[in-house]
């Protein structure tokens, strides 16, 4: 099953089974189980022309060992039908700062970047950014 | 008197383009299509070098600034800007020019060498010279820009 993610001014899509669980963003600074959680806005992580979104906001969770990563957005749908997805030509992977963006998706005939939630989880838990964040 | 026998001539199209001020043609047989400019979805982590990816009927492109490529400064799109579906080996990309001048058929023996001053990026691209109103046009090599674009920084 295919999320699309929507921020403030770009649209993507991520593999379900990458999230442990999508729900409306808290305040909250640990788990239930005691794991420190790291709120990200997502927009501004990948594109420095993105900002921050406001109001009533989305969490996509991604649960670590010792961290819970929760990725900030304005909107989260299910798609009812998953898109063709083709893999990102291998000379641009292979130029990729980081390793966040595996494929592309056609949404009406747009494409739109399909994300990889559970390395961007883990590089953020290590403190790993693009340059621009 | 004898007739002398006609002479083979080996000539081939090529795509004329402009980036900057410089002209530069690339053999028609790699070209697969000219499209007009349209913003590209960036792709996160991605030099500036690779702004983004398009959609052509179905097939995903990446666009390559041939601007950045050749070391010169970006600019702005406008009415004149293309993008230029290149087909070489297994890969395909869009690469993206100021403008794009004229399809003209170049006979193999008016070509030149390139100037041995040539340096940096250009050194590695430029394949070939030849002369079109007296103007130098630079011959690329499509897999010497692709092979390029695998490596710049």
């Known amino acids: ?133 | 008197m004898q007739s002398s026998p006609a002479q083979p001539v080996s000539t081939t199209e090529y795509l004329m383009f402009r980036v900057a001020t410089e002209r530069y043609a690339l053999a028609s047989t790699p070209v697969r299509e000219i499209m007009r400019w349209r913003a590209p979805t960036p792709v996160p982590g991605a030099p500036p070098l690779l702004p983004g990816v398009i959609n052509q009927r179905g097939q995903i492109l990446a666009v390559i600034d041939l601007r950045l490529l050749l070391g010169l400064a970006a600019a702005a799109p406008d009415r004149a800007t293309r993008l230029i579906w290149l087909h070489h080996g297994d890969i395909d990309a869009a690469l993206l020019v100021d403008a794009v001048d004229d399809l003209i058929p170049i006979d193999a023996a008016h070509l030149e060498p390139p100037p041995a001053n040539l340096t940096g990026p250009a050194q590695r691209v430029i394949h070939a010279l030849f002369r079109h109103h007296d103007q130098p046009v630079a011959m690329l090599d499509p897999a010497a820009l692709f092979a390029l674009v695998q490596e710049a920084a």
């Open chain 1, 1 to 133: 099953m295919i999320l699309l993610i929507e921020t403030v001014a770009r649209r993507y899509v991520c593999r379900q089974h990458d999230v442990d669980s999508v729900g409306l963003a808290t305040q909250a600074e640990q788990d239930e189980r005691g794991r420190r959680i790291m709120r990200h806005h997502l927009g501004p992580l990948l594109d420095p022309a993105d900002p921050p979104a406001s109001g009533r906001l989305h969490a996509l969770t991604i649960n670590l060992r010792r961290r819970v990563v929760e990725l900030v957005v304005p909107r989260v749908d299910l798609l009812a039908e998953a898109p063709v997805i083709v893999p990102l030509a291998p000379f641009l992977t292979a130029r990729l700062r980081l390793p966040w963006a595996n494929g592309v998706a056609l949404l009406d005939d747009q494409p739109v970047i399909v994300l990889d939630l559970r390395r961007m989880a883990a590089d953020l838990a290590l403190g790993l950014r693009l340059a621009h964040a």
